[in-house]
């Protein structure tokens, strides 16, 4: 469960039992209201706090992306060792022999994938 979740579950109970207060105590009506709105105006920024993504009550770990993982970012696939050249530069799509370097019409090295 992350942080965002559970003041989101505090929010939800304070506007609940805000309404129930309502009924029971009429004169609370305007000082609730207004403790509301400000939440309300407080949350738009406590929201984006960075600490609103961690996990709260965490009892197992995240797995850890290693370099035998095919998710690991900039590890080439395992099934092509060299790569799959392409027959196209991919930043102008003129049309290549596979295997050339350098795209002839924009000059920008052609990538292997």
């Given at each position: 469960?992350?942080?965002?979740t559970l003041v989101t579950i505090v929010y939800l109970a304070?506007?609940?039992v805000a309404i129930v207060l309502q009924f029971?105590?009429?004169?609370?009506?305007?000082?609730?209201l207004y403790a509301l709105l400000a939440w309300?105006?407080?949350s738009i920024f406590v929201y984006r706090l960075p600490v609103m993504s961690?996990?709260?009550?965490?009892?197992?770990?995240?797995?850890?992306v290693s370099a035998e993982t095919p998710m690991a970012v900039g590890l080439p696939l395992a099934s092509t060792p060299g790569g799959t050249p392409l027959s196209f530069c991919a930043y102008?799509?003129?049309?290549?022999?596979?295997?050339t370097p350098v795209c002839p019409v924009c000059h920008h090295t052609i990538p292997v994938f």
């Open positions: 469960m992350l942080v965002r304070a506007v609940l029971y105590i009429p004169g609370l009506a305007i000082l609730l309300f105006v407080a961690r996990p709260v009550f965490a009892t197992t770990r995240a797995p850890t102008c799509a003129t049309p290549v022999e596979p295997g």
